[in-house]
């Protein structure tokens, strides 16, 4: 039986889909100790998984202040969340063993865990996977066209915060790529090849197995209403 460690943020879109994939692993005998914020406690006990939790508000609040204009403040957003997460996890997991981590593609320091830790990695994406390339280009108009005057700190705040992970963690970050797309030797997509951009780019380290949909997760409580002209629906009261 394997210890698995799981690390993953504090949103309904990153969590739900992982709940499957852990029913599964403790299923064929895993255990499974899983990082993420208090208000999924309950949601992921229900797994079988043993939780444990990092302060939400603060890992909120951290990833807010590296900024919301441009990619690379958010880079800088998660980078400033690993002074919470790392910290918090060593702490909890101090003289545990673990066989391998799964973390989330966008949150939880996921990759620079895995390297701390020495842990072989899986890398659980709930949205589209991003080569290394088209995350570049993603980057690119903070260097083609925005002012020197405002591109320049945000560029300067990244390689402040990469040199103090690796001065605190003995972590090197080669790329903002690395921190906001936590790669992995294999990496597992919650949607179809078909549907994934750019496919042919990916090659058979990225697994698509598609959405993730379990039987003990339905809703109790569905109200359909119509305001103005758009009809929306309103879902309340889940249940895992």
């Keep these: 039986m394997a210890r698995v460690l799981f690390i993953n943020g504090g949103s309904e879109g990153h969590i739900n889909p992982t709940i499957g994939v852990v029913q599964e692993l403790i299923s064929r005998g895993e255990e499974v100790v899983y990082f993420c914020i ?3 406690r309950e949601r ?3 797994t079988g998984a ?4 990092f302060d939400g508000q603060r890992l909120i609040k951290a990833f807010i202040s590296g900024g919301r204009n441009y990619v690379l403040e958010r880079v800088n957003g998660l980078l400033l969340t690993a002074d919470i997460i ?3 996890v060593l702490e909890q997991i101090e003289g545990e063993h673990f066989d ?3 973390h989330d593609s966008m949150f939880g320091c996921g990759h620079l865990l895995a390297h701390i830790l020495k842990l072989p990695a899986v890398n659980s994406s709930t949205s589209f996977v991003q080569t290394k390339d088209s995350f570049d280009k993603m980057l690119e108009p903070l260097f ?3 002012s020197p005057e405002i591109a320049e700190p945000i560029k300067h705040k990244f390689n402040s915060l990469t040199a103090m992970m ?3 963690y003995d972590v090197e970050i080669h790329s903002p790529y690395e921190v906001f797309c936590n790669p992995a030797p294999l990496t597992i997509v ?3 090849r078909e549907f994934q951009p750019d496919e042919e780019a990916f090659d058979q380290t990225y697994k698509f197995v598609g959405p993730c949909i379990t039987s003990g997760f339905t809703q109790e409580t569905f109200v359909s209403c119509n305001r103005g002209k758009r009809p929306y629906l309103h879902f309340t009261r889940y249940r895992i």
């Design 190 to 192: 919650f949607t179809t």
């Design 44 to 46: 992921m006990e229900k």
């Design 86 to 88: 790392i910290p918090s």
């Design 100 to 102: 391998y981590i799964i």
């Design 144 to 146: 083609t066209e925005v």
């Design 166 to 168: 690796k001065e605190k």
């Design 38 to 40: 208090e208000a999924f």
């Design 50 to 53: 043993s939780v444990r939790t």
